[in-house]
């Protein structure tokens, strides 16, 4: 029984990893995020990818491209004056 959550344990993270990699390809040069901190950017992206994990998401391209949008509505300047 160990041995089955510990494999439960390893796929998000597995999931994650992936699903980072292909945010970041995409966050590390998107000027709206340029002004963002690289750990900052590193740490919400992976926030949002384990609490989409967390609600059942596993599908990699899904995963990046919600990261990508709750980072953007979260760290981009904001135009309003």
């Not at 344990?9 to 995020?33: G, N, T, Y």
């Not at 963002?36 to 491209?65: D, Q, Y």
């Amino acid at each position: 029984m160990d041995q089955g959550l510990s494999e439960k344990a390893q796929v998000p993270e597995a999931v994650v990893s992936v699903a980072f990699d292909k945010a970041w390809r995409f966050v590390e040069k998107d000027p709206i995020l340029a002004h963002n901190l690289k750990t900052v950017l590193h740490s919400r992206l992976r926030a949002f990818l384990e609490c989409s994990i967390r609600n059942g998401e596993r599908n990699t391209l899904h995963l990046a491209n919600e990261a990508i949008r709750n980072l953007r509505a979260e760290l981009a300047p904001s135009t309003k004056q």
